[in-house]
């Protein structure tokens, strides 16, 4: 008991440093300077950490008001809006529901700028892959906040419509490279298919070994490019 609670008092600590350190990097960044919505991110992202260890209210609504700070700074990378939008949506959610909103509603209406075709394609996929579940999170979120059903399958179109996108240029970005290298582009596209199939109740390895195996193929396919 004496050294779990010696534990939690060091990760506390830390945290308290990461702290510090977040908010004099935000004190030492003009309002109007575009480094500052990834600082007051990084001060949000210290300030839930701390939060999720110490449990201390003043730290969960400091960490909220300085992401919703983030995420209206209208200079800032889009990235980095959605990120601050959707860690402090989820600190909202269940004491401030119509706040929560807007921040979802502000991040999903801002996905088509991190995933535009002038991208690299690994690039969207990245992007997309750091805010996994943010759009269903916010039709979730804006039918408890009774909004019309047509703004909540709005949201959801939006997302369904970027995924749908990335696996059309995906599908044809093989298409492309079977014309060099046939052999690797059927084996990706086997495995792919045979995942796509798998049913949602299947084994857990068996989705693991098979997504692994793909993993494997992409890679062999960049090492190509």
Same mark, same amino acid.
Request: aromatic share 4%; with cysteine.
């Given at each position: ?16 440093? /990461?702290?510090?350190? %977040?908010?004099?990097? +935000? ?38 008001? *300085? ?12 990235? +980095?809006?959605?990120?601050? #939008?959707?860690?402090? /949506? ?5 004491? =401030? ?11 999903? #209406?801002?996905?088509? %700028?991190?995933? =535009?075709?002038?991208?690299? @394609? ?5 992007? *997309? ?9 916010? #039709?979730? *979120? ?9 703004? +909540? ?10 995924? %749908? ?9 093989? =298409? %492309? @490279?079977?014309? =060099?290298?046939? !052999?690797?582009? &059927? &084996?990706? !596209? ?7 199939? @798998? ?17 494997? &193929? ?8």
């Amino acid at each position: 008991a004496l050294q779990r609670r010696l534990l939690v008092k060091g990760l506390i600590e830390d945290s308290n440093d /990461s702290v510090t350190i %977040a908010e004099e990097a +935000v004190e030492l960044t003009a309002d109007d300077h575009p480094d500052r919505a990834g600082r007051l991110n990084n001060l949000g992202n210290a300030l839930r950490l701390r939060f999720e260890r110490s449990k201390r209210k003043e730290d969960q609504d400091r960490a909220i008001e *300085v992401y919703e700070k983030a995420s209206f700074m209208v200079i800032a990378p889009p990235f +980095v809006r959605i990120g601050a #939008a959707f860690f402090g /949506s989820r600190l909202l959610i269940g004491h =401030s529901s119509h706040r929560a909103n807007s921040l979802l509603g502000m991040a999903v #209406a801002l996905l088509p %700028a991190i995933t =535009s075709p002038h991208m690299p @394609l690994g690039d969207r996929h990245f992007n *997309v892959s750091q805010f996994a579940g943010m759009v269903p999170l916010a #039709a979730s *979120v804006s039918l408890d906040c009774n909004e019309s059903p047509d703004s +909540v399958l709005q949201l959801l179109e939006l997302g369904r419509g970027i995924l %749908a996108s990335l696996q059309l240029e995906v599908r044809s970005d093989i =298409s %492309a @490279l079977a014309d =060099s290298y046939p !052999d690797i582009a &059927r &084996r990706f !596209d086997r495995i792919r298919n045979e995942l796509d199939r @798998l049913p949602n109740n299947s084994r857990v390895s068996k989705h693991f070994g098979i997504s692994s195996e793909l993993e494997h &193929r992409r890679d062999l396919i960049r090492q190509l490019e």
